[in-house]
């Protein structure tokens, strides 16, 4: 199985579990385009083989456009538009957490121009439950699905 597969399965099981694009990104995109010339600070993914990577950043880039991009996919966690920064960029807005102005950390409401609400909840914000145990499980249902194996009581450790 090739790196660009593993990153759609990731990708894929994201989508399937939320609206996608978000109900308010159309209102998301329209902020982003009236901020056209602003510093902005970015949280990005990073889709990799095994995990998602974040990418906290504190430094600011000048917004320069948000354009179309003509081949959206959910399952590849593509979005229909993305963003061009100063620094020669185009980055998909599939592959932005947030976009903020004024802070990178811990913005108040008003400075959040785009926020994927199901990545920063479900993924970055919520609380972690790891210990050897835990890892061990997920270890092994991840295994078992990369063999073809169905889960059952001895894969899931239960």
Same mark, same amino acid.
């Given at each position: 199985?090739?790196?660009?597969?593993?990153?759609?399965?990731?990708?894929?099981?994201?989508?399937?579990?939320?609206?996608?694009?978000?109900?308010?990104?159309?209102?998301?995109?329209?902020?982003?385009?009236?901020?056209?010339?602003?510093?902005?600070?970015?949280?990005?993914?990073?889709?990799?083989?095994?995990?998602?990577?974040?990418?906290?950043?504190?430094?600011?880039?000048? /917004?320069?456009?948000?354009?179309?991009?003509?081949?959206?996919?959910? $399952? %590849?966690?593509?979005?229909?538009?993305?963003? &061009? !920064?100063?620094?020669?960029?185009?980055?998909?807005?599939?592959?932005?957490?947030?976009?903020?102005?004024?802070?990178?950390?811990?913005?108040?409401?008003?400075?959040?121009?785009?926020?994927?609400?199901?990545?920063?909840?479900?993924?970055? /914000?919520?609380?972690?439950?790891?210990?050897?145990?835990?890892?061990? $499980? %997920?270890?092994?249902?991840?295994?078992?699905? &990369? !063999?073809?194996?169905?889960?059952?009581?001895?894969?899931?450790?239960?």
């Amino acid at each position: 199985m090739g790196q660009d597969n593993r990153q759609e399965i990731t990708m894929g099981s994201l989508a399937r579990e939320r609206l996608w694009p978000s109900a308010d990104y159309s209102q998301q995109v329209e902020r982003l385009r009236r901020s056209i010339g602003s510093m902005i600070y970015l949280v990005e993914l990073k889709p990799e083989a095994i995990n998602l990577g974040v990418r906290y950043s504190d430094t600011p880039f000048e /917004l320069i456009d948000v354009l179309d991009f003509p081949r959206p996919d959910p $399952a %590849r966690g593509l979005a229909p538009h993305l963003i &061009l !920064l100063d620094d020669g960029r185009g980055i998909n807005l599939g592959r932005i957490a947030r976009i903020t102005i004024n802070t990178p950390y811990s913005p108040p409401a008003e400075h959040i121009l785009y926020q994927e609400s199901f990545v920063m909840e479900r993924l970055l /914000l919520r609380e972690r439950q790891l210990s050897e145990a835990s890892i061990a $499980a %997920r270890s092994k249902q991840l295994l078992g699905q &990369l !063999l073809g194996k169905r889960p059952d009581k001895r894969l899931s450790g239960k």
